[in-house]
């Protein structure tokens, strides 16, 4: 393909229009992954301070929050 063939193509309105439809397609890609991502690194944190924790009650707390990220609810109080 000769460079001035090339060249048209880049300046066609098609192709402007094709590139941006594809932008905005991966920043609508990336905008979905966000909150997976959030998630994944609060995972990330509170496994962390789950093998920081010190105490009894510092590891219960990492515990819960880790059962919390993951969807299952923390386990009942023993009083």
């Not at 000769?2 to 920043?27: N, R």
């Not at 219960?60 to 929050?65: C, G, I, L, M, S």
Request: charged content about 30%; glycine content about 2%; hydrophobic content about 45%.
């Amino acid at each position: 393909m000769s460079s001035g063939v090339l060249l048209a193509l880049i300046e066609s309105k098609e192709f402007v229009t094709l590139v941006a439809l594809v932008a905005l397609w991966q920043l609508k890609v990336l905008v979905n992954a966000l909150p997976q991502l959030s998630l994944a690194l609060d995972r990330r944190r509170a496994t962390r301070e789950a093998l920081r924790a010190r105490t009894k009650a510092e590891r219960e707390h990492a515990r819960d929050v880790l059962r919390i990220l993951q969807g299952d609810p923390p386990e009942p109080e023993e009083r």
